[in-house]
């Protein structure tokens, strides 16, 4: 049997997989990825760390791999994205901390740029908007604030450039993760020297972009002991595309939804760059080999507050003890009793984008107590991740076909039956839930010959479906309540 080994680069911690052929985790081999937090605001990591543990978890998962008689074909990776790392390529070391995409110490900034007029400029050539989450004025802080000197032996790029160059020698990042930097121009797959100049980077610093599906080197002999040597890495994705590739969504109007700390929505818009669409940005999907016409573009949504809703019912107000009991409490009342939540914590993400908005309760009456709180929360979590659908729906003129989903939240069958719901179409939970290190492994076998893009929404696998159970009448009296309940929310800074 072939056996792919999927590297998972994530922002609190690292993972090595190993898939077989039939797409099954058949291995794990996890290390936490220490956090730090140097001022208010402001998240860094290790990037000598990342990829100790990237050795770490790949030699014990080769370990025992080689112990039962397998060999790997190829492996893939998935990385957190827009994190800035630096490294000297000469000494092998990393040069500053690396500035994690979380990180909002160059708000300010951002700022500047937007005021000096170059938004539209940023927005039509990236498919993105002037904010500190991306890359590039994680580097130029680096340059003008954290000492980082220019030299021939610099290397700029992301969390896949960093670990990837270790592992192979070659400096390169795939288009997905390049298209998160604000350095990339998405109508020409290339960085472009105009936004380079505008946020003060060299390209000649950048990596070499490549294919997200293709054969970037081979796995160096002094790495990991030796157990891996030779074997191609040939798949490389930021985490969103590659749980978005992971789900088999290869088609246009295909979408996945992640419920995590905040929810992830990706819409496979197909291989045309897309116009800009408000409140949401665009992003590389894929590209397969070196064909750019085998590239695949995704509208992107954020939602803010999802998992983190459930984590205040819990230590906010002590109204839940373990988040697991969010879905039997919720399910113990037939309706949330006519209240809607809006956990506008942090303001509203898409495709609101209202740093202002507050959070807000509505519609409180003595009847309601702890069961119908929980139940209002899962509905906002379906309800938030609707406003993205019908934003990417309305602007990318694509029909949305099914719904994917994954992340801690899609085990509430609850949540799965409201997305139906409100979204009109099917939604499926996948048999595993590791869907972004899958995505890493399909990249890399797809290259390999191991899958065709054909059969990986099978191979994915499906542990339920939901079809929507109430009319689309009874939804949209719901949806339309919520959004009063959101405008009161906007109204309160």
């Known amino acids: 049997m072939t056996t792919i080994v999927a590297i998972d680069a994530g922002t609190t ?16 081999s996890y290390r936490e990825l220490t956090q730090h937090f140097p001022r208010p605001g402001w998240v860094e990591h290790d990037a000598a760390e990342i990829f100790s543990l990237v050795e770490e978890t790949l030699a014990e998962l080769a370990g025992r791999l080689g112990e039962a008689g397998e060999t790997v074909a190829a492996i893939g990776m998935t990385n957190q994205r827009e994190t800035a ?61 954290g000492g980082l000197e220019p030299s021939s032996s610099l290397a700029l790029g992301t969390i896949d450039d960093w670990v990837g160059w270790k592992l192979t020698g070659r400096h390169a990042t795939d288009v997905t993760n390049a298209s998160r930097t604000l350095c990339f121009d998405l109508g020409t797959s290339s960085w472009s020297e105009e936004l380079c100049e505008l946020f003060g980077i060299e390209m000649a610093f950048l990596g070499e972009v490549v294919a997200s599906s293709g054969r970037l080197g081979a796995v160096r002999r002094e790495v990991a002991g030796g157990r891996l040597a030779d074997v191609p890495l040939s798949g490389v994705a930021g985490d969103q595309q590659a749980a978005l590739f992971g789900q088999g969504c290869t088609t246009a109007g295909m979408t996945k939804v992640t ?87 942090v303001g509203l993400g898409s495709p609101w984008w209202d740093p202002s908005a507050r959070g807000v309760i509505g519609g409180l009456t003595k009847g309601v107590g702890r069961a119908e709180l929980a ?20 602007g ?93 929310s906007r109204r309160l800074a």
Request: with cysteine; hydrophobic share 45%; glycine share 10%.
């Open 85 to 145: 790392v630096a490294w000297d390529l000469t000494t092998g070391e990393p040069l500053q901390p690396a500035i994690v995409w979380q990180d909002r110490r160059t708000a300010d900034r951002c700022r500047e740029l937007e005021e000096a007029g170059h938004g539209e400029l940023v927005r039509t050539r990236t498919g993105l908007v002037l904010d500190s989450y991306f890359s590039a004025t994680k580097w130029q802080w680096m340059f003008e604030h």
């Open 259 to 345: 419920y995590g700390t905040g929810s992830f929505v990706l819409m496979n818009v197909g291989a045309e760059v897309p116009d800009p669409v408000d409140g949401l940005v665009t992003t590389v999907a894929w590209q397969i080999g070196e064909d750019r016409a085998a590239t695949a573009y995704a509208l992107e949504g954020s939602v803010f507050s999802s998992g983190s809703t459930i984590q205040w019912l819990r230590d906010g107000l002590g109204l839940i003890e373990e988040a697991a009991e969010i879905g039997p409490l919720a399910e113990s009342v037939p309706t949330s009793g006519g209240i809607y939540i809006v956990p506008a914590f």
């Open 13 to 28: 911690g690292i993972r090595s997989l190993a898939v077989s052929e039939r797409g099954e985790v058949i291995g794990i």
């Open 375 to 394: 139940r209002a929360v899962v509905e906002a979590m379906a309800f938030q991740v609707r406003d993205v659908l019908d934003a990417m729906v309305a």
């Open 396 to 488: 990318s003129g694509c029909e949305l076909e099914t719904i994917r989903v994954d992340g801690g939240a899609s085990a509430l069958d609850l949540l799965c039956r409201l997305q139906a719901d409100q979204s009109r179409v099917s939604v499926v939970r996948p048999a595993t839930t590791e869907v972004t290190a899958l995505g890493a492994a399909f990249l890399a076998g797809v290259a390999e010959g191991v899958w065709h893009l054909e059969e990986l929404a099978s191979l994915a696998g499906e542990e339920a479906r939901f079809e929507p159970a109430v009319s689309a009448a009874r939804a949209d009296v719901d949806h339309r309540l919520w959004l009063r309940a959101l405008e009161v």
